[in-house]
């Protein structure tokens, strides 16, 4: 005997697409709220919205996200220089790499760090978080992860940012490489989003009671066998990185652009 679902999701693929608008105007809107409220802001002045997002995105539990609003509000742990440099070095390489394997086709590839540049067919950006992608209007953002690490809250982020890119996630030690594709995921952001500013509402309306849960991620994050990492990255890198190409080229060939093999 079957049972049928008696709980239907209020949203679909045809109705999502508005609604993402109006929710990611919503968090906007929410953001500054708790900036205020708790003081988020960086040096020059702006609310720290990334914070914020991740920390909505990331606890259930409101008691858990005041305390990540008040006791890590002045950013992140330190990270180690190590993990920084092999980042950038990543960065590096696969902007190189990709701009090469780009221009085998009747391209215009272009590549740069700056967000002013002129006509182009594909260009790659380098940026923080990794490298973006853009050609024909397409959009793919390949995230760049040195460590075993690995937040939910941090992608679904990106893909909030931009919806209809393909994200690409590179776990360089790991020798791992998948895809997330926005337009596939509408329906689940705007469940994600929908949650987020149910919890902020409630921090907004008043302090919540107390919890026993501890922030386990509060120490700084130091290599203790550089060795070991080097050796693991510097293989995974060389690795994986065809694959990263090729997911790349896959996705954009996928998107409507002539890539060649």
């Not at 988020?40 to 858990?64: E, H, T």
């Amino acid at each position: 005997m079957e049972l049928t679902p008696s709980f239907k999701l209020p949203i679909d693929a045809q109705t999502c697409a508005g609604l993402l608008d109006y929710l990611k105007d919503s968090l906007d809107d929410i953001c500054n709220q708790l900036a205020d409220k708790f003081g988020l802001y960086d040096g020059a002045g702006k609310p720290r919205k990334a914070f914020i997002m991740d920390g909505l995105f990331r606890f259930s539990c409101p008691s858990c996200l005041y305390k990540f609003f008040t006791q890590m509000r002045m950013g992140s742990p330190s990270v180690d220089a190590l993990y920084m440099e092999m980042h950038r070095f990543a960065v590096n390489i696969l902007t190189g790499v990709l701009a090469h394997a780009l221009n085998g086709g009747e391209h215009d590839v272009y590549c740069e760090d700056s967000h002013a540049f002129g006509r182009f067919d594909v260009a790659i950006k380098p940026a923080g978080f990794g490298a973006m992608v853009e050609a024909n209007g397409a959009c793919i953002v390949v995230e760049v992860k040195t460590g075993r690490s690995l937040s939910f809250a941090q992608l679904f982020r990106y893909l909030l940012q931009h919806r209809d890119a393909t994200l690409v996630v590179w776990r360089v030690p790991m020798r791992q490489v998948f895809a997330l594709k926005g337009e596939r995921l509408r329906v689940l952001l705007c469940l994600y989003v929908s949650t987020a500013l149910a919890r902020a509402l409630k921090l907004l309306n008043g302090e919540p009671a107390t919890c026993n849960h501890k922030l386990s991620d509060c120490e700084a994050s130091a290599a203790s066998e550089p060795q070991k990492l080097l050796d693991e990255f510097c293989k995974g890198l060389v690795e994986s990185l065809p694959r990263v190409v090729s997911v790349v080229s896959e996705s954009l060939r996928g998107m409507g652009c002539h890539v060649s093999q």
